[in-house]
């Protein structure tokens, strides 16, 4: 978990606790960039583009289909209001990450099966998605839902530096 967290101080804004939400949430990070392409000066700005991430991390001993329901409806419902859009918004990205030692067959599936999707203004301002991941500490698996996919390498990496 410590190895986590300190991956993430690194780019994130991180809030420890669980707000009062009972959940085993460890903390929230959020991150924003802003891009922007300009001609000779900055005030003839040609685009500009704001990408965020508001993820957060949950930490139980064994996970369970309830919980992992439960943890994904709050990060939705805590992470959406956060998201402001504009013509300069590009996209938003939602994380819910879960570490546990054990998770449950039932808590696996709702994981891989669950997803969001919404798009601003037909996509001018942007749009929004649900990346989950699930770190089984004890088998060393990985699991994520068809959004997630590209955070299997970030994990993998952790565990591998993890035993070094």
């Known amino acids: 978990m410590q190895k986590l967290r300190e991956s993430y101080e690194y780019y994130y804004d991180i809030e420890d606790g669980d707000a009062g939400s009972g959940l085993p949430l460890e903390y929230r990070a959020e991150f924003r960039v802003?891009?922007?392409g300009y001609?000779?000066?900055k005030r003839a700005k040609i685009w500009a583009a704001e990408t965020n991430e508001y993820a957060y991390i949950f930490s139980v001993p064994v996970l369970d289909a309830d919980t992992a329901s439960k943890c994904i409806d709050y990060a939705l419902g805590d992470g959406f209001p956060r998201i402001t859009p504009n013509p300069e918004h590009r996209?938003?990205?939602i994380i819910a990450v879960f570490v546990a030692d054990v998770i449950e067959a039932e808590a696996l599936k709702i994981i891989r099966s669950r997803k969001?999707?919404?798009s601003f203004r037909f996509g001018l301002q942007g749009w929004s998605?649900?990346?989950?991941?699930?770190?089984?500490?004890?088998?060393?698996?990985?699991s994520t839902n068809k959004a997630g996919g590209n955070?299997?390498?970030?994990f993998r990496k952790l565990l591998r530096s993890e035993k070094v």
């Open 91 to 93: 996209e938003s990205y």
């Open 116 to 118: 969001f999707y919404k």
């Open 39 to 41: 001609v000779l000066i």
């Open 129 to 142: 998605a649900l990346k989950i991941a699930a770190v089984e500490l004890e088998k060393e698996l990985i």
């Open 34 to 36: 802003r891009s922007e």
């Open 151 to 154: 955070l299997v390498n970030f």
